[in-house]
């Protein structure tokens, strides 16, 4: 059965009487607690997979499945990192992160728990010795940390992060890879990531989902990514493993960029 199914997904955008048919048949089991991520070219459909399972986005055709329950909207269970944070500017670290717990929580947990919970999922992307500070008054990557914590603080079954460190610089982006493959071995929870990085996937992912160039894009091959756990990434770089699956994401991007220039 699978613990989130996506079964033969298909999305067709209409605005008059203009149809985009970005996926077609898109078809993937995913295990609880699997890291997958998503690669593929710019405009293939990535991010519109993601807003699927988010549930912001209704499909055309097949569905999507978890736990037994068909996502048809947003929920908690599913918390979305966006790669421009979405912080709200007038609120501290703190307050943004307070809020989603608010949102969740109420009801649940006592204002103790939640200023507690709040505080201890800053910790986890070691950001809370800016609470009190806001979004402008921080790095991106600090941001991107917050909108983690936000996203985490939700407790959501699947963690879905779309390109989260795209804008950020090599080293920052090394770091939160880090925080990210530290906090998954914590909670074991389920995470699936775009990312345009090849060594971002390799390092990260459980499994790398490669897609197929759009038009109605669907999955071209599925990869395996034999590194135990805890990763270093120093270790990796060097690890035959590692290389044959870097090697093999990018003569997948390498072959379909081809066909796209042959066909234009
Ligand atoms: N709401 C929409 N209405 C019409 N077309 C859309 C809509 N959203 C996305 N598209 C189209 O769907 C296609 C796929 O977009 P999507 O953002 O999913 O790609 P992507 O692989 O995430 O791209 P990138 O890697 O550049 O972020 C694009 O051609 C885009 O123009």
Known sequence: M????????????????????????????????????????????????????????????????????????????????????????????????????????????????????????LDLVQMRHAADKRPGEISGGMRQRVGIARALAMEPKVLLLDEPFGALDALTRAHLQDAVMEIHARLRNTMIMITHDVDEAVLLADRIVMMTNGPAATIGEVLTVPLPRPRDRIVAAGDPACLRARQAVLRFLHERHRLVAAAE
């Not at 549930?55 to 599913?78: H, S």
């Open 2 to 121: 699978g613990y989130l199914r996506i079964s033969r997904v298909g999305k067709t955008f209409e605005s008059g009487s203009r149809r985009t048919e970005v996926l077609r048949d898109v078809d993937l089991t995913i295990d609880r607690g699997e890291f997958v991520s998503i690669i593929g070219h710019s405009g293939c459909g990535k991010s519109t997979l993601l807003n699927l399972i988010a549930g912001l986005t209704e499909a055309t055709k097949g569905g999507i499945v978890l736990e037994g329950r068909e996502v048809n909207a947003p929920g908690p269970d599913r918390a979305v990192v966006f790669q421009n944070h979405s912080l709200l500017p007038w609120l501290t670290v703190y307050g943004n992160v307070r809020l989603a717990v608010d949102k969740v929580f109420r009801g649940r947990k006592s204002r103790a728990e939640r200023h507690e919970w709040t505080l201890h999922n």
